[in-house]
């Protein structure tokens, strides 16, 4: 049984088709890719893979349990893990602060431990702590846990995303663009950091992203999305040659 | 505090008052809060038994009730023995015990650390109010000053679990407290007074002081109850709605309570029973503070934060963001119920005129001034601006220009207000300075 599939998944937007039949299957360790031109769509598919946005079409199944009518959080907590193209942080709370927030679903100790602490709370806070942590230590952060996450440089603050979506817990991880405006340094981090995910954990990974350098070293398939189709999936070597590829994608680059 | 002194070497030699300033605060940053709270004791203890020589040798009528404003704006020319009282009676006392027997009480703060820091958390609190008690026992103003401003920490400080944690912006705490403020006087009214509206007690009144607890917390939850009604409508949507719809309840809730003449309609609603104590209330608010303070401190309660700064950040990392602003609110205004039900038993008066947009003004005035999302901000805002309300009294009118000045100056220089984003460590304020 794949650990995701994503059936004919489509989205309308008014008179805007933004994805048509889009198809995924992916199991347990599988890294997979998505690329595209900008506004193809590839970010919508994750904003539904997430409870986000609700498809027009189609269905997502997480280990056969489909994520429709359920809320992000939910979708989250049953193990779809995200970071965003735009980081997404609160600007008001510490590194540390931002990781263990996303332990929130495995909080048991209720109100009553929130309200008035307890044993059950401290052990439970510890725990998170702990979890976090490590985490961060994984993601080479642990030394700047009590900085607010604004006075991180631009890189750590992407490393730090993926820490926070680690710390869900999810069967799958899905990156958008995670070295978007990374210099190559940055970049290496990145991409030592998503090998060791994978190898570590065994997590599934889909990854959206522009640097097709950098996909095509990393991902075992990948698929190519232009105005919300798929126009070709496969081995980065097919997709590299892929004609269409060429002309909808690495064209423009050529161009630009 | 001990980071203070290479701060100042590193900017070289002291430039005018921030340079003294600073100075002043490194030469004081030793005095551990045992050390303050003794000095202070001091003080009032000295006041107490010298004061009324001290204040005959200035010249001035009486002993200044509130630290000599009240003396000061009515007669100018007493100003200068004003002040002399003040410097003498408390500054010199607190600062003098304080510095000079700081090694004594870092010791002794060491000592009873060490035994448990919830235990000296505890005896902190029992010093505190010992200070305050000396203090509010010299006169009724005092005391009824002292108890409004303890109200005014509590209804500041679940205002700000609302406007500074969870980032929305509400107007309906003059409507909570009120709803807090009517269910408390009803359920100590009807059980154990006789009294006009309601007739004979139907419990004994020598049983109600031990039931008054459980009357605010009855209050607290009329509170909330009104909370839920508001928050199910408006928490579909963010921003302005919740700020629309929280003014437009403050308002349905005041002339509710005007037009049911079951308790009193416009005119009020009188002689509630004397429960509300120094304790109680003194109490209450710490409870308020320690249940307010832990929630904020844990992950769940973090979550308001996460909820505020980046919504679909935090709705994507599990956390139930339409739980977490309900609880948020609910419990803000629990608090706000619980401040309103200890205010009517300690005017002993409650009447709609008495919840309004001059309520919600001052209320709004003090979680702004002091600080969104700290609770030191909000002790503080609550403290400054409810004693500069009584200190500024004899200007009248003036008072009204001069409190909303402070507070567009504040606006200006600090944005977010005094002691904005601070975590309030208890444990950490009680620890020895060395």
């Known amino acids: ?256 | 505090m001990t980071n203070q002194q290479p701060e100042i070497q590193s900017n070289g030699p002291s430039k005018g008052g921030k340079g003294y300033f600073k100075a002043f605060r490194s030469y004081f940053s030793c005095v551990p809060m045992l050390g303050w709270l003794a000095g202070i004791i001091a003080a009032v203890l000295f006041e107490r038994f010298l004061g009324d020589q001290i204040s005959e040798l200035l010249g001035l009528p009486k002993i200044p009730v509130l630290f000599g404003c009240m003396i000061m704006l009515k007669d100018f020319s007493l100003i200068p023995s004003a002040l002399a009282f003040l410097v003498g009676v408390y500054f010199i006392p607190i600062l003098l015990v304080g510095r000079a027997l700081a090694p004594v009480f870092n010791g002794l703060a060491g000592m009873i650390y060490k035994i448990s820091p919830m235990f000296s958390v505890v005896l902190h609190l029992a010093l505190l109010y010992l200070a305050l008690h000396l203090w509010a026992d010299l006169s009724a103003y005092r005391l009824m000053t002292l108890k409004f401003t303890l109200v005014a920490v509590m209804l500041t400080l679940s205002l700000n679990v609302i406007n500074g944690y969870m980032g929305e912006f509400s107007c309906s705490h003059p409507g909570f407290m009120a709803l807090g403020a009517y269910a408390a006087s009803v359920f100590t009214l009807v059980l154990f007074t006789n009294d006009r509206f309601f007739g004979e007690a139907l419990l004994s009144p020598s049983m109600g002081v031990y039931f008054f607890p459980v009357a605010i917390i009855l209050g607290g939850f009329a509170a909330a109850l009104g909370a839920l009604v508001i928050a199910i409508p408006s928490f579909r949507t963010r921003g302005d709605y919740l700020a629309i719809i929280s003014l437009a309840f403050m308002f349905i809730v005041k002339s509710l309570i005007e037009n049911l003449e079951v308790v009193g309609g416009p005119r009020g609603l009188g002689s509630q029973p004397n429960y509300a104590s120094l304790p109680m209330v003194f109490g209450w608010t710490v409870l308020c503070i320690w249940v307010i303070n832990n929630f904020v401190r844990s992950t769940l309660g973090k979550a308001l934060n996460a909820v505020r700064d980046d919504e679909s950040a935090a709705d994507a990392m599990t956390v139930n963001t339409r739980r977490t602003k309900m609880v948020g609110f609910l419990f803000g205004a629990f608090w706000a119920g619980a401040a309103g039900g200890l205010f009517a038993h300690i005017l002993r008066y409650v009447n709609p005129a008495s919840f309004g947009l001059q309520r919600l003004a001052e209320i709004l005035a003090m979680v702004y001034f002091g600080g969104l999302n700290s609770v030191h901000g909000s002790i503080v805002g609550a403290v400054s601006i409810s004693l500069l309300g009584e200190a500024l009294r004899p200007l009248e009118l003036f008072k009204w220009i001069i409190i909303p000045l402070l507070l567009i100056l504040v606006m200006i220089f600090r944005p977010t207000g005094l002691i904005a984003f601070k975590e309030f460590n208890v444990k950490q304020l009680v620890r020895p300075r060395n």
Not at chain 1, 25 to 30: E, K, L, R, S, V
Not at chain 1, 134 to 154: E, H, I, S, T
């Open chain 1, 1 to 256: 049984m794949p650990l995701l599939e994503i059936k004919d998944l489509s989205i309308r937007f008014g008179g805007l088709q933004a994805v048509k039949n889009y198809n995924l299957t992916m199991n347990p360790g599988d890294i997979r890719g998505l690329i595209g031109p900008n506004g193809a769509g590839k970010t919508t598919v994750f904003n539904m893979m997430t409870g986000i946005l609700t498809p027009t079409e189609g269905q997502v199944l997480l280990n056969n349990w489909s994520i429709e009518g359920f809320q992000p959080y939910q979708i989250a907590a049953r193990g779809i893990g995200r970071t965003f193209q735009n980081l997404c942080l609160w600007r008001h709370m510490t590194v540390l602060e931002h990781v263990k927030m996303a332990c929130y679903s495995k909080i048991t100790y209720g109100l009553f431990g929130a309200f008035f602490g307890g044993a059950r709370r401290k052990r439970e806070e510890t725990q998170m702590t702990n979890k976090a942590m490590d985490l961060l230590a994984l993601v080479k952060l642990d030394q700047f846990a009590d900085q607010l996450v604004g006075n991180l440089p631009y890189g750590a603050q992407r490393r730090m995303e993926i820490a926070r979506a680690l710390a869900t817990d999810p069967k799958i991880l899905l990156l958008d663009e995670p070295t978007a405006g990374m210099n190559p340094e940055e970049l290496d981090q990145i991409m030592e950091i998503i090998r060791l995910v994978h190898g570590e954990y065994k997590m599934a990974i889909l990854l959206i992203e522009h640097r097709l350098k950098f996909v095509m070293e990393l991902c075992e398939r990948i698929q190519a999305l232009v105005f919300g189709e798929v126009i070709a999936e496969g081995e980065p070597e097919e997709i590299r040659n892929h004609p269409q590829v060429i002309e909808a994608y690495l064209g423009k680059e050529i161009e630009y």
